[in-house]
């Protein structure tokens, strides 16, 4: 995959009228219609004061049809005018009579949110052909309407719809340009020796990002954790009781051959757990791997000597990347080793100079709960296309930015 991209500050957008395609798909209160909390439009505020001088089209979505938070945009325009300090406006339609009609009377300075994309049902088919989607009425009605689009929603690089891939001429927005300078370095030259902390959901998917490293020669060392260690051990043949092996049994059945060949081949650098943690009674209680079949419970943790392994690893690595944390870290008693691991990412950053990558998702929001989020090196906003970025898989948001560069 080429990671190639016109950024927005290549062009000079002062005075256009520019439409961008963002992720501020929040946390809603369906009974009181309020929004609980907008991470995400707190981090549009920024790039909204850079475009000051330009006339702005808000372009996202919220939720999915069937979902009881599938709403219109219009309290997103409020939490953004909130956090913004200026009028935004903000029209129930899309593409129609009425948006048309409100984006030609738009001038630099004002900003304008169009209502949820994914309520017109051409939005989320899915289209490999992008020539298909720059067909379509959305694109056909809006592109002429604007003198640029800003594609920002990083969080969906993974999904090839209309308003992600569909516009004849596209360039990158300010945190999909953060995220891709971060990637370009782990993709085409890291800093080593890079080490990658594994766990969390997703074990297959997570392995076979590992594998694709490590076959590439940029991983030199996996800290395996989780239901991806819970997975190798059973490949290997180790009982790790029933209630974990449940989980992954489906992914064992499939890859079993792949998985074992695979750890084969990197067990020098393939690093698994040597205890685990279960809840003994509210309490953390850590037991052996071979004592795993004998509880014959979920073990929800990595336990002190893996811990303590692990760190070393971390502090002697130049590029760490976090994805997933090593325990189940939304229940208190497990939460323990996933701080204890952004705690070390910090240390690495501060005292090695270390590039410190959390891959969204769970373990973002445990350093958010932490209150590290801001002292590792980068934080990306999608945990989901990140995972497929570091498994060699070429997204459709990025083919298209680099095919449809200005």
């Known amino acids: 995959m080429k990671i190639d991209y016109t950024s927005y500050k290549d062009v000079d957008l002062k005075g256009k009228k520019v439409l961008m395609r963002v992720d501020i798909n929040s946390n809603i209160d369906v009974e009181n219609y309020k929004i609980r ?27 999915r049809p069937g979902m009881e938070d599938f709403t219109d945009l219009d309290i997103h325009a409020k939490e953004l005018e909130k956090q913004l300090g200026r009028e935004v406006k903000f029209v129930k339609d899309l593409f129609g009579m009425d948006a048309v009609k ?9 900003v304008l949110v169009l209502n949820n994309v994914r309520k017109w049902e051409p939005e989320m088919k899915g289209y490999d052909d992008f020539s298909v989607a720059e067909n379509t009425e959305m694109v056909k009605t809006l ?19 209309v308003s992600i891939i569909g516009w004849p001429k596209m360039i990158a927005g300010p945190i999909t340009e953060k995220e891709l300078s971060v990637l370009k370095k782990i993709i085409e030259d890291p800093d080593k020796p890079m080490v990658m902390l594994i766990g969390g959901a997703k074990a297959i998917d997570k392995f076979k990002a590992m594998k694709f490293n490590f076959d590439n020669e940029k ?36 890859n079993k051959d792949m998985i074992r060949e695979t750890y084969e081949r990197y067990k020098d650098k393939i ?42 690893f971390i502090m002697k690595s130049k590029t760490i990347i976090a994805n997933g944390p090593p325990g189940i870290f939304e229940k208190e008693v497990f939460r323990e080793s996933t701080n204890e691991m952004i705690e070390a990412m910090v240390k690495a950053t501060k005292e090695n100079d270390a590039l410190t990558i959390i891959g969204g998702g769970e373990m973002g929001a445990a ?17 989901g296309a990140m995972l497929e970025i570091l498994s060699g898989k070429d997204l459709p948001m990025i083919r298209a930015l680099r095919e449809k560069k200005p």
């Open 143 to 161: 592109y002429p309407l604007v003198d640029y689009v800003i594609v920002d929603a990083f969080g969906a690089a993974h999904r090839a719809h």
């Open 219 to 254: 991983l030199d060392y996996a800290l395996c954790s989780g239901l991806t260690a819970i997975l190798i051990f059973e490949s290997l043949g180790k009982n790790m009781g029933e209630p974990n092996r449940k989980i992954i049994a489906k992914d064992l059945e499939v």
């Open 37 to 63: 909390e907008s991470p995400r439009i707190a981090a549009l505020v920024p790039a909204l004061e850079e475009l000051k001088e330009s006339a702005v089209i808000i372009m996202a979505h919220q939720s």
């Open 367 to 383: 350093a958010s709960m932490a209150g590290l989020s801001d002292q590792v090196s980068f934080i990306s906003t999608a945990g």
């Open 102 to 110: 409100a984006i030609k009377k738009l001038k630099p300075g004002e």
């Open 271 to 312: 690093i698994l757990p040597e205890d685990l943690v279960i809840d003994d009674n509210g309490n953390r209680k850590t037991i052996t791997i071979d004592e795993a079949a004998t509880y014959n419970t979920t073990t929800g943790d990595i336990g002190p000597k893996t811990v303590e392994k692990f760190k070393e």
